[in-house]
């Protein structure tokens, strides 16, 4: 399949599918496995064609040009074939696994938390994890509890493992690029609803470096920070700030672990307001964070308290009308933004 | 067979209502109604009515994603139950949970289970309450063919066979996960097989045969009730739709299609019990009007009832708090 050189509009799934494909042809180290991340393996009558191409489609059409043997689809075994894609990387692999849903980190957790992470440390610097983590984190889609949350405050929480979170087409194509080339583990979080969202997305090669947060639209009265889905609801709720008056700057976060603190602190440094929007759980959370990190290093520049907007300390109900409430979204940002624009100096 | 004519009228209704229910799940999920995933059970009537009716209402079954089936077999309210699918506030979890959460601890359903394998483990627990506290009740614990490949079904297995705890592990073994073929996940061809490592006993049934499956049922939880420990049951079964509603199913060849057409558990249950004489077909058509009248007000109950009030969304995260 050939991959356009020029920049044009496709989907998330397609960029994170060219990310891959791209990255496959350019180093035949890179394996990718996950539970139907082709599907239909030994069906016969597919000839090793895809049942699937992943749950999402993202894997689509790669079984085709790489082959089953770098194409691999998993028994539903997490424990075994991520710490397989760990050990793997550990011994000269590049391997990306598809964990198809961040709650399914409960199936999968030590190799995560014990293993992939600690090996560089704990070996004194002699070992290299350069494995990929494809997961799907976040809610709206009615899936409930187990099948809508967002982790990455718990993976941002091990020392060794970077967390990422794209929240456009074009990020999502570059920072894939830049979580497989990247020698340490990561995890790469990929909103649920976003995959049919459409960008432009440059051609060929297209890197996003990790740890790297972008002002998505530059602003001076306020600043909201967001990441993934989150970033998308602070630029939809700046728009309607704006025809009220009030200018906001909005940081896309983009990675999660290492945190960027410069680009959030330089902006707060102007705004002299902080809104943060996060969908996880917030005790002990991204937002709880970077709050927190902005009280101690920027407290002299905050004219008002922090604001925050993330879920309630609950899981993820099934009920539409519970979920909607449940989740963040621009109405509460723009509120939350009111709120913290009508506090004092 | 030692089946009572009540016990087989009420292994036919639960089989027919499973039927029906999933059937009205899929047409109303095709016509938006039902919010998230549901996965159909239908084809696989016989063995959750199998094993259910092989329990006493005080035991306990631990269920899967694909769990109406044994909700209905186990006694749960069709009503609250589609309520539930619904995401309305009489639903059996007040809406919280869905078709993937469905759960009535009360019956003795501990669940359907987004977590594939997440079952086991929760059954052993189920076992240990009935030992230490005497209770004398059994645990089924219905998974997946795909399910076996977990981690917490082998540890669960062998923790169970060390501490001689009451539970059926019931594999459903329809011969897919999702699109993988059981013959690439699994590197033996019976799961059954894998009780001799666990030291336990292990049998192959005909899933699509209600009469196997409880018959096999009944030994198992005379064993377990008599304190001798779990046992490994696989039933070999056909799922009729896709994994999930809007599944494409590309992956299922000729000879599974043909197959599981021709292994109707409810139809080979009618020809049988007729041309025994057990039932006339009259008889059992008036079951099926039953049925699906009881299907067609659960239907109705979901849609009139209201939906949960959103301070919902903060309650239940706890016992109490401070
Ligand atoms: C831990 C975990 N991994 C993966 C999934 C996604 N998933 C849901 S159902 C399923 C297939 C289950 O297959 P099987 O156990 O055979 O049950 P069946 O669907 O055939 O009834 C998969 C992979 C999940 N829900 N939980
Ligand atoms: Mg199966």
Redesign the interface.
């Known amino acids: 399949m050939a991959v356009a050189t020029a920049a044009r509009t496709i989907t998330i799934a397609e960029a994170l599918n060219e990310s891959i494909r791209l990255e496959m042809r350019a180093d035949p180290k890179i394996v990718i496995m996950g539970?139907?991340i082709a599907?239909?393996?030994?069906?016969?009558?597919?000839e090793d064609?895809e049942?699937?191409g992943g749950?999402m489609g993202v894997t689509k059409g790669l079984v085709h040009e790489f082959g089953r043997e770098r194409v691999l689809?998993?028994?539903?075994?997490?424990?075994?074939f991520i710490g397989a894609a760990v050990g793997a990387a550990a011994t000269g692999l590049r391997p990306i696994a598809e964990l198809m849903f961040c709650?399914?980190l409960?199936?999968c957790l030590d190799s995560l938390l014990n293993q992939g992470s600690k090996l560089r440390y704990m070996f004194g610097g002699k070992a290299m994890v350069p494995v990929t983590i494809r997961t799907m984190i976040g809610g709206g889609?009615?899936?409930?509890?187990?099948?809508a949350q967002t982790l990455y405050p718990m993976f941002a929480n091990i020392p060794g493992l970077k967390v990422v979170a794209p929240s456009n087409a074009a990020d999502a194509k570059g920072l894939l690029t830049a979580s497989i080339r990247d020698d340490d583990p990561v995890i790469f979080c990929e909103h649920i609803t976003m995959y049919t969202m459409k960008g432009e997305v440059p051609g060929g090669e297209h890197i996003v470096p990790i740890g790297k947060a972008a002002v998505a639209r530059p602003g001076s009265d306020v600043t909201l920070l967001g990441v993934s889905l989150t970033a998308v609801h602070a630029l939809n709720a700046a728009e309607t700030l704006a025809k009220e008056g009030i200018d906001a700057e909005v940081i896309d976060l983009r990675t999660v672990s290492p945190l960027d603190e410069e680009t959030i602190l330089e902006s707060v440094k102007k705004t002299g307001r902080l809104v943060i929007v996060d969908e996880a759980n917030p005790l002990c959370g991204l937002a709880s964070h970077i709050a927190g990190m902005v009280a101690s290093r920027g407290f002299h520049w905050l004219r008002a308290p922090v604001g925050m907007v993330t879920a309630?300390?609950?899981?993820v109900?099934?009920?539409?009308?519970?979920e909607d409430?449940?989740l963040p979204n621009p109405q509460k940002v723009v509120a939350a933004v009111k709120e913290t624009c009508s506090k004092a100096s | 067979m030692n089946l009572s004519q009540d016990q087989l009228r009420s292994m036919y209704r639960t089989m027919v209502s499973i039927r029906n229910f999933e059937e009205t799940v899929k047409q109303a999920f095709a016509k938006g109604h039902i919010?998230?995933?549901v996965h159909l059970y239908v084809g696989e009537e016989a063995i959750a009515t199998g094993v259910c009716s092989a329990l006493r209402s005080s035991d306990t079954i631990t269920s899967t994603h694909r769990g109406h089936g044994h909700c209905i077999a186990k006694g749960c309210d069709m009503n609250s139950m589609m309520a539930e699918i619904y995401?309305?506030a009489t639903g059996l979890?007040k809406?919280?949970?869905?078709s993937?959460?469905i759960a009535d601890v009360g019956k003795g359903m501990l669940g359907a289970?987004?977590?594939?394998?997440g079952g086991p483990p929760l059954a052993c627990g189920a076992g240990l309450t009935s030992v230490v506290t005497g209770s004398g009740d059994v645990c089924a614990c219905f998974f997946g063919d795909?399910?076996c490949?977990?981690?917490?079904f082998h540890e669960s297995a062998n923790l169970a066979a060390i501490w001689n705890l009451p539970v059926i592990f019931v594999a459903e073994n329809n011969g897919y996960?999702?699109?993988?073929?059981a013959?690439?996940?699994?590197a033996i061809e019976n799961i059954a097989e894998r009780a001799a490592s666990y030291g336990i006993p292990g049998a192959v049934v005909d899933g699509t045969d209600v009469f196997a499956v409880h018959e096999a049922a009944v030994e198992a939880v005379k064993r377990a009730r008599a304190g001798q420990g779990p046992s490994l049951l696989e039933c070999k079964t056909y799922r009729h739709h896709g994994h999930f509603e809007g599944d494409q199913q590309?992956?299922k060849?000729?000879l599974y299609k043909s197959v599981s057409q021709g292994k109707d558990s409810i139809r080979d249950f009618r020809a049988l019990v007729t041309q025994h004489g057990w039932f006339t077909s009259e008889e059992l058509d008036a079951i099926d009007q039953e049925a699906r009248q009881a299907v067609e007000e659960a239907l109705a109950y979901a849609e009139s009832s209201p939906?949960?009030q959103?301070e919902?969304?903060?309650s239940d995260?706890y016992v109490s708090y401070p």
């Open positions: 539970e139907d599907g239909g393996a030994q069906v016969e009558h597919l064609d049942a699937w749950v689809d998993t028994p539903i075994s997490e424990a075994a709650g399914f409960g199936s889609f009615r899936a409930a509890a187990q099948h309630p300390h609950s899981p109900p099934f009920s539409p009308v519970l409430a449940y | 919010p998230g995933f995401g309305k979890c809406g919280k949970g869905g993937m959460h289970n987004g977590i594939v394998g795909g399910a490949e977990q981690g917490t996960a999702q699109s993988t073929p013959s690439y996940h699994c590309t992956y060849d000729d939906l949960p959103v919902e969304v903060t995260v």
